[in-house]
């Protein structure tokens, strides 16, 4: 019975020769597009997911509404002042914490004159980002000042020999340098929002990098980022943050005048890694996903197929 089925079937293909061409070609187009749509919403969907327990990384984004003398808006800078209080006040709440900061740096005897993301960070950066370590050690790049660790793809830019133990000369963006040992080859997983190819710690000894403006470095744009112990709820610990903005938070006292509170003018929300690429802060929309245009696709890929 299935033999002449198929029989019958291919003699019709064969007396409407057009027809069967062109839902043959509808399909193999159909399809085609369904491929390549699914690929690129798959792809915006994963981004930052390949973090090991990337549900609990987050970072500090601050608003501020309606200070007197001071522009409305987000930002992820947090004063040097505040860091310190956030952890000791969250202790409960949170496994491990790390200051970042990054700007623009390169190998001064590279091939390529382009600048790459050059990050600084505390110690425990590797127990929040957990990288995959190529050649040498992590821990080593950030045990002490002088040490750097190379992401994979940009370390052929001096040579393909470079290795743990060789000591390279970086230039930052404002033309000052540093030498360092390199400690470690790291590999980046694909698809995050945090990018860059220079990792070292967050010390005064690079400093000079910034020659003399100093105004520049980390110590005015650092950010936050902690890593929230098992089964504590974001949306549980957001709401934790205006008792400890009214608590800490006294810069704006004068400003508000008697019987304001700063919670009502200032929030902090912990944004997890997963949510950056659709809801980006400042500069970073350049690189952010369009959520309506992977939701447009979506539904076309849906239609489609």
Same mark, same amino acid.
């Given at each position: 019975?299935?033999?002449?089925?198929?029989?019958?079937?291919?003699?019709?293909?064969?007396?409407?020769?057009?027809?069967?061409?062109?839902?043959?070609?509808?399909?193999?187009?159909?399809?085609?597009?369904?491929?390549?749509?699914?690929?690129?919403?798959?792809?915006?969907?994963?981004?930052?997911?390949?973090?090991?327990?990337?549900?609990?990384?987050?970072?500090?984004?601050?608003?501020?509404?309606?200070?007197?003398?001071?522009?409305?808006?987000?930002?992820?800078?947090?004063?040097?002042?505040?860091?310190?209080?956030?952890?000791?006040?969250?202790?409960?709440?949170?496994?491990?914490?790390?200051?970042?900061?990054?700007?623009?740096?390169?190998?001064?005897?590279?091939?390529?004159?382009?600048?790459?993301?050059?990050?600084?960070?505390?110690?425990?950066?590797?127990?929040?980002?957990?990288?995959?370590?190529?050649?040498?050690?992590?821990?080593?790049?950030?045990?002490?000042?002088?040490?750097?660790?190379?992401?994979?793809?940009?370390?052929?830019?001096?040579?393909?020999?470079?290795?743990?133990?060789?000591?390279?000369?970086?230039?930052?963006?404002?033309?000052?340098?540093?030498?360092?040992?390199?400690?470690?080859?790291?590999?980046?997983?694909?698809?995050?929002?945090?990018?860059?190819?220079?990792?070292?710690?967050?010390?005064?000894?690079?400093?000079?990098?910034?020659?003399?403006?100093?105004?520049?470095?980390?110590?005015?744009?650092?950010?936050?980022?902690?890593?929230?112990?098992?089964?504590?709820?974001?949306?549980?610990?957001?709401?934790?943050?205006?008792?400890?903005?009214?608590? *800490?938070? @006294?810069?704006? =006292?004068?400003?508000?005048? &008697?019987?304001?509170? #700063?919670? !009502?003018? +200032?929030?902090?929300?912990?944004?997890?890694?997963?949510?950056?690429?659709?809801?980006?802060?400042?500069?970073? *929309?350049? @690189?952010?996903? =369009?959520?309506?245009?992977? &939701?447009?696709?979506? #539904?076309? !890929?849906? +239609?489609?197929?």
């Amino acid at each position: 019975m299935p033999r002449l089925f198929f029989a019958g079937a291919f003699r019709n293909r064969l007396r409407h020769k057009v027809q069967s061409l062109i839902n043959l070609a509808s399909l193999a187009i159909g399809l085609t597009v369904f491929g390549f749509t699914f690929i690129y919403v798959k792809q915006e969907l994963s981004y930052d997911r390949a973090w090991p327990d990337a549900e609990r990384i987050h970072r500090l984004v601050i608003e501020q509404r309606g200070i007197p003398g001071l522009r409305d808006g987000l930002s992820n800078i947090v004063a040097p002042g505040d860091y310190p209080r956030m952890l000791e006040y969250f202790a409960p709440q949170i496994d491990k914490a790390t200051r970042l900061s990054s700007f623009g740096a390169r190998f001064k005897d590279s091939t390529s004159t382009n600048m790459t993301a050059m990050m600084v960070a505390d110690p425990e950066f590797p127990e929040i980002f957990q990288l995959e370590v190529v050649a040498g050690g992590l821990g080593r790049a950030l045990s002490g000042p002088g040490f750097i660790a190379i992401e994979e793809s940009y370390a052929p830019t001096l040579g393909n020999n470079l290795a743990p133990g060789h000591r390279v000369l970086i230039l930052s963006s404002l033309d000052g340098e540093l030498e360092y040992e390199v400690a470690a080859i790291y590999r980046l997983p694909e698809e995050i929002s945090v990018r860059f190819s220079l990792l070292t710690l967050m010390h005064e000894s690079s400093l000079p990098l910034f020659g003399a403006r100093r105004d520049l470095s980390w110590e005015n744009r650092i950010q936050a980022w902690l890593k929230l112990k098992p089964g504590v709820e974001t949306a549980t610990f957001n709401e934790m943050q205006s008792t400890y903005i009214d608590l *800490a938070v @006294t810069i704006y =006292d004068e400003v508000l005048g &008697a019987g304001k509170n #700063i919670s !009502d003018f +200032l929030f902090y929300r912990w944004q997890p890694i997963t949510e950056i690429h659709f809801n980006p802060v400042d500069g970073e *929309a350049r @690189t952010a996903g =369009d959520p309506a245009r992977v &939701a447009t696709f979506a #539904i076309v !890929d849906l +239609l489609v197929l």
